[in-house]
């Protein structure tokens, strides 16, 4: 067994126990019979993709919780194809870089290459093409061209930002500030109605909590509890409905982690900030570790990789892994995963 492939299976181990099938939620999956049927609209090559962030999720909470406190998480993780130990962004372990990275599969610094969103703040009237001084292209961008239609759901509101620079390609964008649970209604809602080509939904409670409470404090376990419910709640929209189940991949990542009592997560050399979970579910999608089933990228360790050489698995690659998984061509300038190659089937 490679180094990679025994890190990560340790690391997975510990969070499963082994197991292959999770208890389902209290009352069981949700069907077709009682939910409203889905509608179908616009779609690239008959796949959708749901892209979950959970902001400020520590790998870290899971293994804490165990199944029993994050079974859905879990079930993610053992059905699907994942790794806890991807990589955030270089240059910044903060939310609004690391996020305009995840659409764009482009790095920070502007100066190379990258998109140039350095702040953190809701800033009226800012554009991605403005800090970039140059136009951005994103996976919104890529899937409209398509034919595909997309949607944002989150609640900060400095993702605004996003139907600021891209208004044309993002049919829909919501903002329910602070309250999780109604982002997540109304991303369900939406999906059921249009089941859109790629959805973003932005999930914010465990990085407010950590902020007010400290980074693995009681009060963050339990947001992170709340949040595998939510995520659970998408699963089974998911599984409830036999079309969406035959077309839909969810991939769920994080833009940092935190380290456990501080209530800041800024310093970008802090293992505890740069490892984040990316896992991948859904339709077709293998039943492995992801540095298993990509033997050419860098299993990390404890390790900031830069950008030189192999590459761990980052945030950054979701981008082109949701254009792949719609059969579309990767984002143009983007850096991370631009040959489409991250396998996950």
Request: a positive charge; glycine letters at 10%; hydrophobic letters at 40%.
């Amino acid at each position: 067994m490679t180094s990679s492939a025994r890190g990560e299976w340790l690391l997975v181990a510990a969070l499963t126990l082994a197991l292959t099938l999770l208890v389902p939620a209290a009352g069981g999956p949700t069907t077709a019979s009682t939910q409203p049927a889905a509608r179908e609209t616009t779609s690239v090559n008959g796949m959708r993709v749901i892209a979950i962030s959970l902001d400020g999720l520590s790998p870290r909470a899971l293994v804490r919780l165990g199944r029993a406190g994050a079974p859905h998480l879990h079930r993610m993780l053992t059905t699907g194809a994942g790794t806890l130990n991807a990589r955030t962004q270089v240059e910044l372990t903060v939310t609004l870089p690391n996020h305009t990275s995840i659409v764009t599969g482009r790095r920070i610094a502007a100066a190379h290459g990258g998109h140039g969103v350095t702040w953190n703040d809701h800033l009226s009237g800012t554009t991605v093409h403005g800090a970039a001084r140059a136009p951005v292209s994103s996976v919104f961008s890529v899937v409209k061209a398509g034919g595909g239609s997309t949607a944002v759901f989150a609640t900060k509101r400095k993702f605004s930002l996003f139907d600021r620079s891209w208004p044309a390609e993002i049919d829909r964008s919501v903002i329910r500030e602070e309250d999780d649970a109604a982002a997540t209604r109304a991303m369900r809602r939406d999906f059921l109605a249009r089941a859109r080509s790629f959805v973003l939904l932005h999930l914010g409670l465990a990085d407010r909590v950590g902020h007010a409470r400290g980074w693995m404090s009681p009060a963050y376990l339990r947001a992170v509890m709340r949040l595998d419910r939510l995520v659970g709640s998408v699963m089974r929209m998911v599984r409830g409905h036999p079309r969406l189940r035959r077309s839909t991949v969810v991939v769920l990542t994080a833009d940092h982690g935190g380290v456990p009592g501080q209530r800041r997560h800024s310093d970008a050399r802090s293992r505890e900030n740069y490892r984040v979970p990316f896992v991948i579910w859904g339709r077709g999608v293998a039943d492995a570790g992801l540095y298993r089933l990509n033997p050419s990228r860098k299993w990390p360790g404890r390790t900031r990789p830069g950008f030189a050489g192999r590459q761990p698995i980052r945030n950054g690659d979701l981008a082109n892994l949701a254009t792949d998984i719609l059969g579309l061509g990767p984002v143009a300038d983007s850096l991370w995963n631009h040959d489409q190659r991250l396998a996950w089937r």
